[in-house]
């Protein structure tokens, strides 16, 4: 995707600052506030289940990342999801982990069925536990690349849930059960940071406030590829994370 | 605000080393206790209720943030206050999101009505809320910044509540109920990242070690604005945020 | 410890990608995930007593760190602890600020006598409170730096709990209970960011995927003090911390 297409996109955020509300994990919430913040958005990290229906309420998207689930944080982020659906406030789910514990499977799958996303973003173990097949998940992180399986996922997904699915890896892709899309590119070392997947959760989340689900999905993972190779002077992984939060302002300010 | 003037005030804080007892939200836990080590006191995060009245009463400063709040810990924030209030151990409160759900601003009103803490530091459109006027707040983001209406609520909040108000934005306000002060300057990117306001907290609880409350809050605005202009190689939020903490970590050392 | 060395050694980790069960603290979460990252290990964090022990089962090094406990974590601790020893998956304990309350000081030592972890790390303070010796400790930080009074803390605790004991310092101890290594050198920075004692617990652990634990303990050590030296382009603690961790990258890929 072309950087001038991405400036305009963000630019759009920009102008309108949407509130984004995350439901998130506590490894990711710092970067992910601040990605939300460097593409023109707001975010609130509110999970209690007494403000959570308020905060929606308000709110242009709502993201949920289950990350580090508890039972209580389940509960409100059901709580949360029921008044985003009632008042047509698309969903962006998450479901980190899922295939690494039969809790975090059920979960996901329970969330999906009841709140409907409009977007699930994940890595492709994640994708195909949510379809019941077999994957080779190590904790988080997809031991799965190949882009095949992965298209087949996304589809599969997609048709099952009624969602756009958003598969990251070394080619992400995208379905909404029909088409497929694939987007390459990006810096390998988006492997080395942890949260590189919740950061593109983050930024179709920041999308979806203005663009429809399969547009924004593709927003999103195209942002995170760009600014993946636009990171200045990356000496590992510690200074790639900061250069990618860089790039995606530089990108905005169309830089 | 003279940077040797700064460095003193630092030195103070570093020869001593006092413990800031931080009670905060998950988004900014860890660039906070940061600020403090560079700062020269030392942070404890704790939040636990079987553990935070003898915590509170080994430390020389309390902060009390409500950024990710949930009952359990505004229960616990409760309790370490009063035990803060009864040893005379000064309070710093953040009541982050005020007026973005009717939870979090009852929370801020009940915890500041019996804590009595020495300093509230906000943004503005959150100590609107607090003097429970009408506020444009998104999120935990002040949508307002208008420099008499900071004045005007600055002396409310603190005529209201007996405290010293700490308002930041393009320009802090501080104001102890009668008195009105000003402090300029700063860099524009402190709006696009997460934390610049809890920063600025936690900047001012760690002066509250050593100095007055109104003039913690002078130092701790003022040490914020100042590191953010002598940070170096800015190249984005990634890049302003890590040189910010060295900024302070330099004006500390005299440099 | 050379270079050549440690790169072997994390080579040997980053070949089998071992999955590292974090249960730890809110502020070093993040850090901590990245550092397991870097050295080439997988990192989950989960503390959900509904599937830490699906997830331990898996992990090949459960790392328990009680920085910021809450009574229900510490009950999921014990759970997770239980079935690592079931399944003799070796256990990495850090005592963030035992002496620091009652509740952590005891939690601590009935976690160790519980669980009976292969390697306990921690600072001098913490290690003194765990064989109840009076330690000036504040807040999460160790006043106490002696190089003696920690060979023989190192030693003690070692005995008392049939652990190898890691107290990182000036000079890093290490003890079995007979034997008593030291570790020198390191960029005294480290002593300026948060969870630079948690992040060489993550190494300790990201080793024991693959060596004993005395083996373990002197690696993960040495690799923190290491990286901390071949940190480039610091400015003071918060490029520090970046630095830090691309260090550790660059060391694995025999840079």
């Known amino acids: ?11 759009r ?7 984004i509300h ?7 919430a710092s970067v992910t506030a601040n990605l939300t913040l ?3 958005g ?3 990290m509110a999970s209690a289940k007494e403000e959570v229906e ?5 709110s242009s998207v709502l993201l949920l990342n289950i990350g580090t689930p508890t039972s209580e944080q389940l509960e409100a982020m059901e709580r949360a999801g029921s008044m985003a659906k009632e008042l047509k406030i698309p969903i962006v789910f998450d479901p980190v982990g899922a295939g690494a514990s039969r809790f975090r499977t059920k979960a996901a799958i329970d969330l999906i069925r009841e709140l409907q996303p409009s977007v699930v973003r994940s890595n492709l173990a994640e994708a195909l536990s949510l379809i019941q097949e077999d994957a080779r998940i190590l904790g988080v992180e997809s031991l799965e690349d190949d882009e095949e399986t992965a298209k087949r ?5 997609a048709a099952r849930f009624g969602c756009v699915a958003a598969i990251t890896g070394k080619v992400d892709i995208v379905s909404d059960g029909e088409n497929v899309g694939r987007i390459t590119g990006g810096n390998p070392l988006l492997k080395s940071i942890t949260g ?13 406030a203005k663009d429809t689900p399969i547009k924004a999905a593709v927003l999103g993972l195209s942002l995170i590829k760009t600014a993946s190779e636009l990171a200045l002077e990356v000496k590992g992984p510690g200074s790639f994370q900061v250069s990618l939060l860089d790039a995606v302002y530089r990108l905005r300010e169309g830089l």
Do not use: D, W
């Open 54 to 58: 308020e905060i929606v309420s308000k």
């Open 13 to 19: 955020i920009a102008s309108t600052r949407p509130l």
């Open 1 to 11: 995707m072309q950087n001038a297409y991405l400036s305009a996109a963000l630019e």
């Open 38 to 40: 460097a593409m023109g």
């Open 196 to 208: 590189s997947g919740c950061m593109a959760t983050t930024a179709v989340a920041c999308f979806l």
């Open 42 to 44: 707001l975010p609130i």
């Open 22 to 28: 995350h439901m998130t994990n506590l490894v990711v």
């Open 153 to 157: 996922a996304a589809r599969g997904l």
